[in-house]
Nanobody, 119 residues
């Protein structure tokens, strides 16, 4: 069992920045692709969370078009941490942000951290 805990969310003004952190309870980066997703407020029940970015065990990185050039994913294997640097933030980035770990036979989610972008 892998436990993921996100932190770093909060209230920020448009144009500002935040860095989200995701701590894993185990050293999994060599096996799992680590990703970030979000779910906007008022989203219809059952609608999938929006994919944002991922980093593979080999270090390959990919971003959704909606955040490319603004968000950056990184990891620190020594600390079992994955990060999402977000800058500049827009009002439409308001959502609950989730960390995800997945491989062919297992998937884990964190509990989420709220990001609110508002003036």
């Amino acid at each position: 069992q892998v436990r993921l805990v996100e932190s770093g969310g909060g209230l920020v003004q448009p144009g500002g920045s935040l860095r989200l952190s995701c701590e894993s309870s185990a050293s999994i980066f060599g096996l799992y692709t680590m990703g970030w997703y979000r779910q906007a407020p008022g989203q219809a029940p059952g609608k999938e969370r929006e994919y944002l970015a991922h980093i593979t065990p080999g270090g390959d990185i990919n971003y959704a078009d909606s955040v490319k050039g603004r968000f950056a994913i990184s990891r620190d294997a020594a600390k079992n941490m994955v990060y999402l640097q977000m800058n500049p933030l827009k009002a439409e980035d308001t959502a609950v942000y989730y960390c995800n770990a997945n491989k062919w036979d297992a998937i884990y989610w964190g509990q989420g951290t709220q990001v609110t972008v508002s003036s």
